[in-house]
């Protein structure tokens, strides 16, 4: 057994926006802080949502508490983490089958949350978003915007290091170490080497979305929490330039949000077991929902290439006194389970959204702070993560290479930090997201990369319209040498193109079928990949 | 105008159909949409790889076991050994040399380092006899600086494995500075215009010499000899050391050699290749096509006495997707594709995919079925074909220039 001999003041357990945002509020306030993310960080709900910075404005008339969260966040936001941010507003539009007379009802729910609204003539809206049904009838323009959740997750995991926490992705929480009703610590098992360890704290917060919920279990804690899964799709190309909501009590399939290279339409809301939550598959009537709703916010989604189909997990949490689940909250869930079940030294932070993960950070890192006498106070909403701070990038325009400017989206000011100076370095990999080998070599040192899937958060190599067609294996072939390891190298590529494939096949069909068999062909029939990753390992 | 024959599609089958009929005297037209899959190409053909997961040694044997609805049964097993003579011969005519042999399979080396069952392997290529052991103990695998579609790294280590010790030299050549500036400019293709100029060739020919002693093989990846093998034979007659070379990540430099080649000679039995332009609109009568209109000739009709399909699987069109079925997109021809969109393909990507043995159904002359009933003016070949998986049994290429032979030497007589 490993031990680790450092006590630390906190253990984070789960590495999504969430757990990444506790470790680095923590550290900032002079914690010693470990963060545990059993598989990759973002591989929960964290990176399988539609990558939309509410305004709030869809929780406005349901919601008023979420929606007023949400505006103040999404205000945070915009000056914390400009790097992960596009700016790109949004519309609600009222169609011809929606009641009009809801928009009154909107804006004005949204106005007394503080979110700006404004009433567009339906013609401005098609002049501003020539992408939106041109039948719309009414159009409302708000504050939305669009982030990208690996970027912000990692800019806060980088930020927790830069202040002296340990971070370690790929290390499962096996069991808590308890004496005498306190967490005195957990042990852990390394992924890639099977070892166990133990890690001690004098206060454990499980972040771990709904998984949360098996976590606690471990402890012998009992948490109502209701799995919901939500599918997407995303298209092959960027159709919209704004997000696009529909004017009405939020409903499945009404939001379309442009990312990066590519939109994403979503989502659907179904109750699942818990058991089935590490793998959704999306089914064939979602993608027929989605894409029948998505058509009428964009009809020329109906002519768009989908890339792939995915599903992510909300962790909705029952009331104490409602195991029935009738009575489900989605705003911020904190427990204190010394409180609430006797358990000091353990905290859960969960329900609430992507959009709150800095408030429920603070609401968790505030109870820890409490219990470990720390009075700092907390600064997250005022601290720009790394590569956002407001240091202008120098514009050398002989430096400027198609490969900086590429990464500069990702990576903002810390772009600099990735070497680029020979032909080399500067060479693409990824034609479709333009990711060089320079900004490869720097994920792998600097972002805790340990495959193409890490790699593929980090730097959206295989993102892009191509999804990994020749890319995967330029990728595979300089972590293989990275690693010294080229039959692990290999098994990654693999599985990194089946795990592509899981979310290509219930959308397979047009081009999307098309660009499948074109891979397979490269990959299985000229390559031979299947036959190399079952070859025996000869002597050398 | 009028033709003898019209083939759809300018990829492998339609141009080995059209060459094996151009040469009896007819008179043949290509429409060539653009791209075909040759620019995926291996360097081999592959007759028949592998039956039920095991690779298969000798082709000709195990064709013979094929189920009924894979195309080799309906051209006969027993014609099987005698129109793939046909086929070797007629790349040699066409100025494409090759070594292999129907009856035994060789063994190409992939670009992830591990052999796979060949047919006929373009020569110059690196190939071995046995699948577990190569034919030298020393070999230095060279690589260009900057030219990341050849996963050297994977290469090497297959050749380890197959017991041999591997050098791995990296050279670097001035003359490839433009194109390791311009990040997309570093492809297969690419680096081969560059050593269209001789200068060049003999530039690579000493750095290799300086990088590699002491070696019974240099192997290089596969990227020269663009237009013909030229600077490939230039180069081998420079370095010291025996030299193969190996295939890439595509685009496929051989491939597209093959294209040039096959095209060329097409061109030079008189043959019309109408490039760029694709078919619009396949007129019916019947159980007979009575002319064809494309994009590029609009009004004018072609006709011809027989209509040869050779139009590809899905990734070149010939078979299309919607959400709603898979159907052949310009006779509307039968398929045996699944009706049940989920049943199209399966989780576990590397498994045997159902749509990749999707395709027209077709009588044994290779007539393709329209509302149950063969077209008798109409031929179906290559990729467009159902009954088999071209990815897991390796024989894509096989079936799509025997079946094109077939029925060319039906045409024919």
């Known amino acids: 057994m490993n031990n680790n001999n450092k006590h630390y003041d906190v253990i984070v357990i789960g590495g999504g926006i969430t757990g990444a945002g506790v470790a680095r509020d923590c550290a900032m306030r002079g914690l010693s802080v470990l963060l545990l993310e059993r598989f990759d960080f973002t591989n929960g709900a964290t990176g399988r949502n539609h990558g939309l910075m509410h305004s709030g404005a869809r929780y406005a008339v349901t919601d008023k508490e979420s929606a007023t969260e949400c505006i103040k966040e999404n205000m945070i936001l915009r000056k914390i983490a400009r790097h992960c941010v596009e700016e790109t507003d949004g519309l609600f539009i009222t169609l011809p089958e929606d009641d009009l007379a809801y928009q009154r009802t909107f804006v004005d729910a949204c106005l007394a949350a503080g979110i700006r609204a404004d009433i567009i003539d339906p013609a401005e809206a098609l002049a501003i978003e020539p992408a939106v049904n041109p039948d719309l009838i009414g159009a409302v323009r708000i504050p939305d915007a669009s982030i990208d959740p690996f970027r912000l997750t990692v800019a806060n995991v980088i930020d927790a290091r830069l202040h002296g926490a340990d971070a370690l992705n790929y290390h499962e929480v096996t069991e808590f170490i308890i004496n005498q009703n306190r967490v005195k610590g957990v042990k852990a098992r390394d992924q890639h080497t099977g070892q166990i360890k133990e890690f001690r704290a004098s206060v454990t917060i499980n972040a771990a979305g709904i998984w949360g919920m098996l976590i606690a279990q471990k402890a012998g804690i009992t948490i109502n929490m209701f799995p919901a899964k939500g599918a997407l799709l995303i298209f092959g190309h960027r159709v919209n330039k704004m997000v696009i909501n529909r004017c009405r009590k939020p409903a499945n399939a009404d939001i379309l949000v442009p990312d990066d290279t590519v939109c994403v339409i979503g989502t659907t809301s179904d109750r699942v077991p818990i058991e089935t939550v590490d793998d959704m598959r999306v089914t064939d009537q979602e993608v027929q929902l989605l894409l029948s709703e998505g058509e009428k916010l964009a009809p020329s989604l109906a002519t768009t290439r989908i890339l792939r189909a995915y599903a992510g997990v909300r962790p909705l949490v029952a009331a104490d006194n409602d195991p029935s689940g009738r009575n489900i909250s989605r705003g911020i869930v904190c427990l204190d389970h010394e409180e609430r079940d006797g358990m000091a030294g353990f905290i859960t932070i969960t329900g609430g959204k992507m959009m709150t993960y800095r408030l429920m950070a603070q609401i968790a890192t505030n109870l820890a702070c409490k219990k470990l006498g720390n009075n700092a106070t907390c600064d997250t909403d005022t601290t720009p993560l790394p590569g956002s701070e407001q240091i202008a990038t120098q514009r050398d325009g002989a430096k400027r290479s198609f490969a900086f400017n590429a990464a500069e989206g990702r990576h903002g000011t810390y772009t600099s930090k990735i070497k680029l100076d020979t032909d080399a370095d500067r060479a693409l990999v990824c034609e479709c997201e333009g990711v060089s080998v320079g900004e490869i070599k720097y994920a792998v040192e600097n972002q805790h990369v340990h495959n193409l899937l890490s790699l593929r958060r980090r730097t959206r190599v295989g993102m892009g319209t191509c999804q990994g067609k020749l890319c995967a294996c330029r990728a595979a072939a300089l972590l293989g040498r990275f690693d010294n390891n080229i039959p692990k190298a290999q098994a990654d590529l693999a599985q990194f193109l089946d795990e592509r494939w899981k979310g290509i096949k219930p959308v397979a069909w047009g081009s999307t079928l098309r660009e499948a068999q074109l891979t397979a062909t490269i990959y299985q029939g000229l390559c031979g990949l299947d036959k190399a990753i079952e070859r025996k390992e000869g002597s050398k | ?413």
């Open chain 2, 1 to 413: 105008m009028k033709f003898d024959t019209i083939i759809m599609g300018g990829g492998l089958s339609g141009l080995t159909c059209g060459i094996a009929l151009a040469k009896k005297g007819r008179r043949v037209a290509i429409v060539a949409g653009g791209q075909n899959t040759l620019h995926f190409y291996s360097g081999s053909m592959e007759l028949l790889g592998s039956v039920d997961d095991q690779d298969v040694t000798h082709p000709i044997e195990a064709i013979a076991a094929l189920n009924e609805n894979h195309p080799y049964s309906k051209i006969g097993a027993q014609h099987i050994a005698s129109l793939a003579q046909q086929a070797q011969a007629l790349l040699a005519d066409a100025g494409i040399k090759t070594t292999g042999d129907a009856s035994c399979n060789h063994y190409r080396i992939t670009p992830m380092g591990v052999t796979k069952p060949a047919w006929l392997t373009l020569d110059g290529l690196a190939t071995t006899s046995h699948p577990d052991a190569l034919p030298w103990k020393k070999v230095c695998l060279v690589n260009l600086e900057g030219f990341i579609d050849y996963p050297i790294d994977f290469v090497a280590h297959g050749l380890r494995n197959l017991g041999a010790q591997v050098e791995t030299p990296t050279v670097s050549l001035e003359c490839l500075k433009q194109a390791r500036r311009s990040a997309t400019e570093m492809r297969a293709t690419n680096l081969a215009k560059v050593f269209t100029n001789t200068s060049n060739v003999a530039r690579l020919a000493d750095a290799i010499n300086t990088a590699c002693n002491d070696t019974e093989a240099v192997l290089i990846p596969a990227v020269l000899g663009y237009d013909n093998d030229d600077a490939c034979n230039l180069l081998k007659a420079q370095v010291k050391a025996p030299l193969y070379f190996l295939a890439t990540l595509p685009p496929a430099v051989t491939g597209v050699r093959i294209n040039a080649a096959l095209k060329h000679y097409f061109q030079m039995l008189g043959g019309r290749f109408l490039m760029g332009d694709s078919v619009e609109n396949v007129v019916i009568d019947g159980d007979k096509v009575t002319h064809i209109n494309t994009t590029k000739l609009q009004a004018m009709s072609l006709q011809a006495e027989q209509y040869v399909l050779a139009t590809g699987s899905f990734m070149s069109r010939g078979l299309v997707a919607d959400f709603e079925r898979i159907y052949e997109p310009l006779m509307n021809l039968d398929t045996d594709a699944p009706q049940d969109r989920e049943q199209w393909s399966k989780y576990g990507m590397m498994g045997d995919q159902p749509y990749m043995s999707c395709g027209v159904v077709t009588d044994k002359d290779f007539h393709p079925l329209k509302d149950g009933s063969p077209l008798a003016n109409v031929y179906a070949i290559g990729q467009v074909l159902g009954g088999h998986n071209p990815i897991t049994m390796g024989d894509g290429t096989g079936v799509s220039m025997l079946t094109a032979l077939a029925v060319a030497n039906a045409i024919n007589s």
